[in-house]
């Protein structure tokens, strides 16, 4: 008999999803309520009828896993209640390896004096082999250790089943020269041995060898429910446990099966999610199963959908978080869970640098404490970061700049240079406009001058002192400790679904010292990597109340019995699966014996077998496919091709009470497409429509806000490419989060160019400098320049740009500076000027701060102005009401008595040159008179300057006069700004795109007409 805590035990483990009590209708919004009046229970999922005889006798039951334990018992408890039984005994139904640990304890208890071992679980016989891999010298250097452990674990429990070791004759028949895999194993079990470890295998052939020399261990009747098929070992277990073997076999109960052909997976699920929706509406009593074969990779969409059809509104921010009112059986790895994420980022800040990508997540999780006083400082803290331009940050960097923000902030209030603030701006707007000064409020709550919470996370991650090599069980209890004294998990109380992960990591925590004896004294770095891998193995499956809508995998449906049932992602190419042999076992061998997975005919049978009692388990049955996917047309599987093709309307939704020649009778209600909830995007549309706002016209720019602006050249092509942009950028300060490459950026390798360009020009100031340089002097030059220019650079790079990065850095930059010397020696004599010089100017009432790259004196004593330019421009740029790159136009006509030219200095490896306009001769080549290029511009000089200056003080006097129309001078406009979030131009125009699609005039067939 069971004890009755074990019984229990079936109920609460997070594989399993059953509750006895019943499901209450759940206080949503829109939400679908999937259960029952309070005093009764959901019917269950198993026909206990075919079962109630053997477990009157006390006959063993055993099932292939927890799920279906659980379901039998709860069928039978429904059973005894309806029976008006109060208590009963209860029934020997049991899992097959929840039985064979069961007896193997009992196996142990029954010889105290002969210790066989201690049994590994599948995590440490996993990191076993991890520790086997690793240690093996001649393994290839590209071999990922993990995944080939993985392998090597799953090849010798396949092994082992099928009673085959590395050195039986079968096997060495077909061994390769190189097999890797006999040199792990000898490895592998030479530890195990020594460590007195046991693996499963071994197990269960101790217990064999018992039943077999005590037969009165051995049970008169065995009861086997939904088995497809046994490896060897365990056909070898049950025989010697038994000599009667019943496998029990559920009536058919299918009354209609057919075929749906949909256009992809998405469209599966949510016709599949609308028709499950249906039935429940239709038939409150229905048990419904949606089958899903690839269900561990669709597992969030699948409940995405479900949600959305199920209970709309859920993922609104004034919902509670909670787990779905539907069933699903495979749950998210523990690691996915924002809480347990977060735990390990802030221990894992204590050994690595975190990565620029995952600071937001970091910064703005709830569960770093001090989120919502910090809400806006952390804002400012991120852009502090990102400015930096580094890819990751140092526990001490974060610290150092988390202490500086805070100190400044406690001292002054930050505001940024052309800031406008919320209250000048904002009070200027009138009612209905865009730029409500309540709309730009970030927050409610009184915000805290800095990040004091977080600096303090920073400081006590940092003051925590650790040994330098412990045992996984000591680093579980000063991690615990560590996050304890970081108040984790922050400030508000966790919801349901968040205090069940947070219990099931801190099991995690107290289990981590079974690995004490595997690994020995391990670093801190090694136990938060070997925890981080066990938090992505456990699995985690909020508990919740049992639902007539499962979402299940292929083999966790086999057995159950529903109303219902819904098999999708049937199509040819992956029903059955094609076959999978593992890599580490010779094939031929694989397939000699049958063994997972090896041919497809095995693969074949499975599918088949399972299909078969799909279809029988429950009353209507429909198959669906994609017929699509990737761009590949796909079929019905062979195995459900013979069913009728259904249309969304001959979809049934009731138990068929008769079926005539003439197909479904006029009884049967079917599926409605008319009902089908509109999508999630369209159901916010309804609810929420959106409101068009004119943002034309801003405030204009007040006396005291001009005083506060601060711009350039930069100020004016942000007007013309798009005046709303400019508003944006520098009015309300609205940029883009700057991110980090890979290495330098293009940003950095443009400033490096103008600083050793700089510093090239100081040192030889005339072309005549230039011209006397022997080659040998020049290599010299550039040599010197490229050192110099590359020191701040590399200060500030990451650890892992080293010396050869450098070198590699410093060949590009003087290969780039030597073509561009040998342009610069085929001009007429000049001297530079001035390099890098400002000029402070003003147009249209709009206060400008200029900087010039570089200026030339020629001989004549005219001007020529050099703007370098690591990409592509041209002078076309210069052309039209709204010049793209006018900082030369405007440089120009700030200073057009002496200017005689204006050019692009284009220097990359693509293109070395001068592109360029100039008042007649040419100074240079590729600066040309406007005459002599194809461009949009007065020929003469005088003239030019004067339409550059009308079309560049027209900018700035709409800068001035507050006109910010959402309108892109072209569609490359947007390509760098960052912006599109902001001005909604793209949804704008598919909005505008459709409603002009729903306004369309007739079809040219239909009107005879050609629309230009």
């Known amino acids: 008999m069971i004890p009755y805590s074990n019984f229990l035990s079936l109920f609460q483990t997070p594989q399993t999803e059953l509750s006895l009590r019943a499901l209450t209708p759940k206080n949503r919004s829109g939400t679908l309520a999937l259960g029952h009046h309070k005093d009764a229970l959901l019917k269950t999922l198993f026909d206990i009828q075919p079962l109630l005889p053997a477990i009157a006798s006390g006959r063993l ?70 520790q086997v891999v690793l240690s093996d010298r001649e393994a290839s250097p590209l071999l990922k250790p993990s995944g080939a452990a993985a392998q090597a674990q799953s090849a010798y429990k396949t092994l082992t089943r099928w009673q085959q070791t590395v050195s039986s004759e079968a096997y060495l028949e077909h061994q390769s020269p190189n097999d890797i895999f006999s040199r792990w194993c000898a490895t592998f079990e030479s530890i195990r041995d020594k460590d007195s470890r046991l693996v499963a295998a071994q197990v269960i052939e101790y217990l064999i060898e018992e039943l077999n020399d005590n037969p009165s261990l051995k049970e008169p009747e065995i009861h086997l429910v939904a088995f497809q098929e046994q490896p060897p070992l365990y056909e070898k277990l049950l025989e010697s446990l038994s000599d009667t073997i019943v496998r029990v076999q559920q ?94 980022k802030l221990l894992m800040m204590k050994t690595t640098p975190i990565r620029l990508t995952e600071l937001p997540a970091f910064l703005y999780s709830a569960f770093i404490p001090g989120l919502n006083q910090e809400l806006e400082s952390r804002v400012e803290f991120e852009y502090l970061l990102r400015s930096r331009a580094k890819p990751e940050f140092s526990l001490a960097e974060l610290s150092e700049y988390c202490g500086t923000l ?41 915000p805290t001058a800095g990040c004091p919470a977080l600096l303090k996370v920073f400081n006590v991650l940092q003051q925590q002192r650790y040994p ?32 069940q992960q947070i219990e099931q990591w801190y099991e995690l925590l107290s289990s981590f010292s079974r690995f004490d004896e595997l690994t020995g004294k391990i670093s801190l770095a090694e136990a938060l990597k070997l925890l981080s891998k066990e938090t992505q193995a456990s699995i985690f499956q909020p508990k919740t109340t049992d639902s007539p809508v499962q979402i299940l995998g292929p083999l966790e449906a086999a057995g159950l019995d529903f109303t219902h049932l819904w098999l999708m992602g049937l199509s040819d190419d992956c029903w059955p699966a094609p076959p999978s042999p593992n890599p580490l076992l010779p094939v031929t061998f694989q397939r000699q014996r049958k063994m997972p997975h090896a041919t497809p005919e095995r693969e074949l049978e499975f599918a088949a077998q399972l299909t078969q009692n799909y279809l029988e388990s429950a009353e209507i049955v429909i198959f669906s496919y994609p017929d699509m996917r990737d761009d590949q047309q796909l079929r019905p599987s062979a195995l459900i091709s013979h069913h009728s093709l259904l249309s969304v309307d001959q979809i049934p939704l009731k138990t068929l009470s008769r079926v005539d020649s003439q197909g479904l009778s006029d009884s049967v209600i079917c599926f409605d497409h008319q009902q089908q909830l509109p999508a999630i995007a369209q159901q916010q549309l309804n609810t929420s429509p959106l409101e068009l706002v004119d943002t034309g016209t801003a405030p204009a720019v007040s006396e005291r806000e001009r005083e506060g602006i601060r711009g350039g050249s930069a100020l004016l092509k942000n007007q013309a490419l798009c005046p709303f942009s400019a508003f944006a950028i520098n009015r309300l300060n609205a940029r883009p989060l700057e991110s980090a490459a890979a290495g330098l950026s293009a940003a950095d390798r443009g400033n490096m160019l103008h600083n050793a360009l700089e510093i090239l020009w100081r040192e030889l100031k005339t072309s005549a400098a230039l011209a006397h340089k022997t080659e040998q002097q020049l290599t010299r030059l550039i040599d010197q320049t490229c050192a110099k220019t590359l020191i701040p650079f590399k200060a500030k790079s990451p650890r892992w740009m080293g010396a050869r990065f450098w070198s590699i850095e410093q060949r590009r930059l003087s290969s780039l500076l030597h073509n561009w010397l040998n342009v610069e020696k085929q001009r007429t004599d000049f001297k530079v000027i001035a390099i890098e010089q400002t000029l402070k100017s003003e147009l249209g009432g709009l206060p400008l701060t200029l900087r010039i790259d570089r200026i030339d004196q020629l001989s004549d004593g005219s001007i020529v102005l050099i703007d370098y330019k690591t990409g592509e421009s ?12 006018p900082q030369l136009p405007l440089y120009a006509v700030s200073s057009r008595k002496q200017t005689s030219a204006v050019s692009f200095a284009q220097i990359n490896v693509k293109a070395t040159e001068f592109r360029g306009i100039s008042s007649g001769e040419k100074p240079a080549p590729g600066i040309l008179p406007a005459s002599q290029q194809r461009l949009e511009l007065p020929e003469d000089w005088p003239q030019l300057l004067d339409h550059w200056h009308s079309v560049l003080e027209a900018l700035a006097l709409d800068f001035m006069q507050g006109k910010t129309p959402v309108d892109p001078v072209d569609n490359s406009a947007y390509n760098y700004t960052g912006l599109e979030s902001l001005n909604r131009y793209f949804e704008f125009e598919q909005l505008s795109e459709s409603k002009a699609d729903q306004t369309a005039p007739a079809s040219p067939e239909q009107t005879g007409s050609r629309h230009e």
């Not at 799920?67 to 005894?80: D, G």
């Not at 075929?259 to 509406?281: H, I, N």
């Open 406 to 446: 805070t100190n400044q902030n406690r001292t002054q209030e930050v505001e940024r240079p052309g800031t406008t603030s919320t209250q000048e701006v904002g009070g200027q707007f009138s009612q209905g406009s865009l730029f409500q000064a309540d709309e730009m409020l970030m927050s409610d709550n009184q």
């Open 468 to 499: 330098d090599r412990e045992r996984p069980g000591y680093w579980s209890q000063w991690l615990h400790g560590l996050l304890l004294s970081l108040g984790w998990p922050g400030d508000r109380t966790p919801n349901s679904l968040e205090y």
């Open 61 to 130: 039951v055993l099932t292939p896993n927890r799920r279906l334990s659980a379901k039998v018992l709860a069928a039978y408890a429904e059973h005894q209640s309806l029976q008006n039984e109060k208590a009963w005994h209860t029934p020997r139904v049991m899992p097959l390896e929840g039985w064979i640990q069961q007896q193997w304890l009992e196996y142990q208890d029954r010889r105290p004096a002969e210790p066989l071992g201690i049994l590994m679980d599948n995590r440490q016989e996993l990191l076993l082999w991890e």
């Open 251 to 344: 009536p058919s109960r299918n009354r209609f099966s057919g075929l749906v052909q949909r256009s992809g997976v998405d469209d599966e699920l949510q016709l599949a999610a609308q028709w499950a929706r249906q039935v429940v509406t239709h038939s409150p009593d229905a048990t419904i199963g949606i089958v899903v074969p690839d269900l561990s990779i669709q597992r969030a969409k699948a409940e995405r959908i479900f949600r959305e059809v199920f209970e709309q509104g859920y993922d609104q921010p004034e919902i509670p978080a909670d787990a779905p009112t539907f069933n699903m059986s495979i749950g998210i790895p523990l690691l996915q869970a924002p809480v347990i994420t977060s735990a390990l």
């Open 874 to 885: 041209k002078p076309r740029n210069w052309c039209g009401e709204r010049p793209k790159e």
